[in-house]
Nanobody, 120 residues
Framework: QVRLVESGGGLVQAGGSLRLSCAASGSIFSINAMGWYRQAPGKQRELVAAITSGGSTNYADSVKGRFTISRDNAKNTVYLQMNSLKPEDAAVYLC??????????????WGQGTQVTVSS
């Protein structure tokens, strides 16, 4: 089994930055892709960004140029640097991991989520 623990959420003003971290533990050898989803109240969960163990990445159009996903394989940790935050970025951000080298549809493992709030 794999455990994913997120950190780094919080309250930030519009235009500000936050860095989310997600540390994986357990059967980490089974993980290839890691990524971030978000879910705002009343909205569907959406993929924000994903990265494979080989470094391939994918971003939602709404965050391209503002968010950067990175990964430290030695620390089994994935990061999401979020810059120029907008009120519409506010959501619960969930870390996800998958056994396959995919940058969409990560489904195998989920974290509990961390709240990001952006004030206007």
């Amino acid at each position: 089994q794999v455990r994913l623990v997120e950190s780094g959420g919080g309250l930030v003003q519009a235009g500000g930055s936050l860095r989310l971290s997600c540390a994986a533990s357990g059967s980490i050898f089974s993980i290839n892709a890691m990524g971030w989803y978000r879910q705002a109240p009343g909205k569907q969960r959406e993929l924000v960004a994903a990265i494979t163990s080989g470094g391939s990445t994918n971003y939602a159009d709404s965050v391209k140029g503002r968010f950067t996903i990175s990964r430290d394989n030695a620390k089994n940790t994935v990061y999401l640097q979020m810059n120029s935050l907008k009120p519409e970025d506010a959501a619960v951000y969930l870390c996800a991991a998958d056994k396959g080298p995919r940058v969409v549809g990560l489904t195998d493992y989920w974290g509990q989520g961390t709240q990001v709030t952006v004030s206007s």
